[in-house]
């Protein structure tokens, strides 16, 4: 089996959404729903869809809180499921709260491409020279 490796940021941008979600499809990697877009994305290895659910990592990357004194409980969730064929990532913050980026990778097994083998033909025999021996001058 091959590698397959899928990177990527999930661009909330400054001030918001302060809850929203997107959905990121393997096979093409892109993002197919959701409320903000997805940047910077990266596959390694072959096209093909994981032979299993993958393994994934997704964290914040940038957390703003704006005009926070005193220090309070605002609190900033993130929530994440998977699928052979798709990664949705989920968040909500509370407060002044928000979420610049949040970056995934994804990382699973898919198919070998086939083995191709070209054939090509073999070159036609050429007809052979007599040696210097058999051949004769006539003087």
């Known amino acids: 089996m091959a590698l397959r490796i899928l990177t990527g940021l999930v661009n909330v941008s400054s001030g918001g959404p302060k809850t929203g979600n997107v959905t990121i499809s393997f096979n093409p990697h892109q993002r197919s729903a959701g409320t903000v877009g997805v ?37 900033f969730r993130l929530n994440d499921s998977i699928s052979r064929d798709a990664l949705t990532i989920r968040w909500r913050a509370t407060g002044p ?28 025999p050429r007809k052979r020279s007599r040696s210097r021996s058999t051949r004769r001058r006539k003087r």
């Open 97 to 124: 709260a928000f979420t610049e980026e949040i970056s995934y990778m994804v990382v699973g097994e898919v198919p070998d491409l086939p083995n191709t083998v070209t054939i090509l033909p073999l070159p036609l």
């Open 39 to 75: 940047v910077e994305r990266t596959t390694i290895g072959p096209a093909g869809r994981f032979i299993a659910v993958p393994g994934k990592v997704v964290a914040l990357r940038q957390i703003k809180l704006i005009g926070v004194d005193p220090m309070s409980d605002y609190s």
